[in-house]
């Protein structure tokens, strides 16, 4: 069965710190990968998506991830992050040819103190 | 995402009642899938269905059922609710002609069973 790991569960960050939150998954071959955030008591909504092309990323509210193929990786970044980014986030991977049914990781809690 | 709509959104049972969840959507989407969370689990898929006629078991599909009623409609069923399918579920939507296939996720229904 496919996997896709988030190595940190809980990350807590002072206001303007930045941030990298890891996934790796298990599958070899060609991958859709996804970041999807939950903020406190709402539904996941899609934060940034890869397909194909450039391996860096950019999403919405100043978020960015980087596919590196060799390492089976699809990291998280923000340069600078702010209280209102307090939520879950789950990376999510869907490999092409196998129906396209999404994995998720077990999502990362992330708490900004002001 | 107001296109995916769920009811109820909170739900309170008794062990052994039976209990259905609903999924509504208005994109257009062939494709529905019903999730569960539950935390430090992420995201764990309960059932999706590719078009009306169908419907593939996930990876956790013991103790439910689904229908697929219209291509916009997706229900999933406790035929006897037991304590620990207390849980967040989600309904989530995605279009194959897109060939990209990211979901969109519905408001969730949170489900206690006692």
């Known amino acids: 069965a496919q996997s896709v790991s988030q190595h940190n569960h809980h990350v807590i960050l002072s206001e303007a710190a930045s941030l990298e939150l890891g996934c790796n998954y298990s599958?070899?071959?060609?991958?859709?990968l996804f970041w999807y955030v939950q903020y406190p008591g709402q539904h996941l909504q899609l934060l940034l998506k890869?397909?194909?092309?450039?391996?860096l990323v950019k999403g919405i509210k100043g978020f960015e991830a980087e596919f590196i193929k060799s390492k089976f990786s699809f990291n998280l970044r923000k340069p600078s992050v702010q209280w209102s980014d307090t939520a879950e986030y789950f990376c999510?991977?869907?490999?092409?040819?196998?129906?396209?049914?999404?994995?998720f990781g077990t999502g990362t809690s992330l708490t900004v103190i002001p | 995402d107001a296109d995916v709509t769920q009811t109820p959104r909170n739900r309170i049972t008794k062990t052994g009642k039976r209990i259905m969840l609903e999924c509504s959507q208005t994109?257009?989407?062939?494709?529905m899938y019903w999730y569960r969370q539950d935390p430090g689990l992420g995201l764990r898929l309960i059932y999706y269905?590719?078009?009306?006629?169908?419907?593939n078991k996930g990876e956790i599909s013991d103790g439910y059922s689904v229908s697929r009623q219209a291509q916009a409609k997706f229900s999933l069923s406790l035929e006897s609710a037991i304590p620990n399918q207390t849980a967040l579920y989600f309904c989530?939507?995605?279009?194959?002609?897109?060939?990209?296939?990211?979901?969109?996720f519905g408001p969730g229904t949170r489900l206690t069973v006692t």
């Open positions: 890869y397909f194909s092309g450039d391996p």
């Open positions: 269905s590719f078009d009306v006629k169908d419907i």
């Open positions: 999510a991977v869907t490999p092409v040819n196998t129906g396209n049914q999404f994995y």
């Open positions: 989530a939507t995605s279009d194959s002609g897109q060939g990209r296939h990211e979901q969109y």
């Open positions: 599958y070899g071959g060609t991958v859709n």
């Open positions: 994109k257009g989407h062939d494709r």
